[in-house]
């Protein structure tokens, strides 16, 4: 059985809110993402060949403050894994008292098989299909 990553996340979230007896519309509310863009992004290979590559970036909340959350590179990068990754990002950095809300976003790609050059490009592409949803305001993108 393929166990799903935000669902799985979604669990845990309701295991902690039964302990504390959290409001079930705030849970419902807390359990939901804000927005998520899906991007395509090509990329021109170094043999002359052309590859599409799915890229993705959540919002799970920015309530607390603009999104803050990694960028993974990943064979195995689904929206699913990235929706979890911003809702558990969302609770830790709530944790830590910061004012800043969850985001996540990943490329699926095996960076193994890109030369530098590719990866470089990749990453830049990337960044400009997202650039709507990320800035010091709004989503603070970094390393995974």
């Known amino acids: ?79 699913d894994e990235m929706k979890a990754l911003a809702l558990l990002m969302t609770f830790k950095t709530a944790l830590l008292g910061l004012p800043l809300g969850g985001s996540k976003g990943g490329i699926r790609v095996d960076t193994k098989k890109l030369s530098d050059r590719e990866l470089e490009v990749l990453t830049r592409r990337y960044t400009m299909e997202i650039i709507n949803m990320i800035g010091p305001e709004r989503d603070v993108a970094a390393p995974d």
């Open 1 to 79: 059985m393929i166990i799903n990553p935000y669902e799985s996340a979604k669990k845990k979230i309701d295991i902690a809110a039964e302990l504390i007896n959290l409001n079930p519309n705030t849970l419902e509310y807390l359990k939901k993402t804000e927005r998520a863009l899906i991007v395509s992004v090509p990329i021109m290979m170094d043999d002359g060949s052309l590859e599409i590559f799915e890229g993705y970036r959540v919002h799970h909340s920015t309530l607390r403050g603009p999104g803050k959350g990694g960028v993974r590179y990943s064979p195995f990068v689904t929206l």
